[in-house]
């Protein structure tokens, strides 16, 4: 899984990370692995987190019976002496498309590393918090600290205020200003601002688990995220592909058939991803 540029890399893959944990590292690599799914490509993504949350997730949309469109390998990065476990041989990904890497916070782990230095693509989700800004900054100057040729590196806002205003996405905007003078080294920050930036949520954490689509009962009332959230959802990931193919060119033909992608046909989407799920059920069940 090399970094070549002269054509479209294959597999393409992306690395999701930042020297802090909590910052949407997993809701990304989980969400950004459903979006290429759904355009029908096909993905797996690498679970090198401590506790597997991603993991736990895709079991939980399954088990709710749709299929996120992706697969997932559970790669032990610690042994159970707290040990750095050997490196899996990930030669098995080269058949795929799309292979994403939800890499744990600590950068001295030998496969974080890694993860960071053989990609195609960084992705970097921040918050508006200033405390975790110096995370952020040891993230970014990491990467410019790399071996060229290096992959570009993405910073992703996430959970911005809805309120305007607001002191924290002020300065969250200062920050990006700030890493914007690094163009020319690979350090892309979004070209829109706040109002189309992904928002923070309260729906969100009410939901049992980070897929976009998910939904939750509570007292007999069906809750699910906002039309206006998945639509600025999906302003972020349309960016992020924007600069791979930026980078890499036009993204190859998928090898399985997209699914309706429309915050407005919920409804639509939900059903052909059950209609999948209980067809993927249906072959593995026995005779």
């Known amino acids: 899984m090399s970094r070549a540029t002269s054509e479209f890399p294959s597999p393409l893959v992306i690395t999701v990370g930042v020297p802090k ?6 809701w990304t690599a989980l969400n950004l692995a459903s979006r290429f799914g759904c355009w029908g490509y096909d993905v797996t993504v690498v679970d090198c987190n401590g506790t597997h949350d991603l993991l736990t997730d895709w079991r939980l949309i399954q088990h709710a019976g749709y299929w996120p469109r992706f697969e997932v390998v559970k790669h ?3 042994d159970k002496d707290g040990e750095q476990a050997p490196m899996m041989d990930f030669s098995f990904l080269a058949s795929k498309q ?3 890497f939800d890499t744990c916070q600590f950068l001295n782990l030998q496969m974080t590393k890694w993860a960071w230095r053989n990609c195609h693509l960084l992705v970097m989700p921040v918050t508006p918090n200033m405390q975790q800004m110096p995370n ?15 992959a570009p590196l993405v910073v992703l806002p996430c959970k911005v205020n809805v309120l305007k205003n607001m002191i924290a996405d002020q300065m969250l905007e200062e920050m990006l200003k700030m890493y914007a003078n690094y163009a020319s080294e690979g350090i892309i920050v979004p070209e829109f601002g706040t109002a189309y930036q992904i928002p923070e949520s309260k729906v969100v954490q009410s939901m049992n688990s980070r897929w976009i689509y998910a ?18 959802v999906d ?5 992020i592909r924007s600069i791979i193919e930026r980078y890499y060119g036009a993204l190859p033909a998928p090898r399985l058939r997209p ?5 407005h046909s919920r409804p639509r989407t939900m059903a052909e991803l ?5 067809g993927r059920n249906a072959v593995l069940e026995p005779a």
């Open 215 to 232: 939904e939750n009962v509570f007292k007999g009332q069906v809750r699910v995220l906002s039309v206006e959230f998945l639509l600025r």
């Open 136 to 150: 952020y900054e040891v993230g970014i100057q990491y990467t410019l600290n790399m071996p060229k040729p290096r």
């Open 98 to 100: 799309v292979v994403i």
């Open 21 to 26: 944990g909590g910052d949407c590292k997993t």
């Open 259 to 263: 699914v309706t992608l429309d915050p």
């Open 76 to 78: 032990t990065v610690l």
């Open 274 to 278: 059950k209609e999948e799920m209980d």
């Open 235 to 239: 302003i972020s990931l349309a960016w």
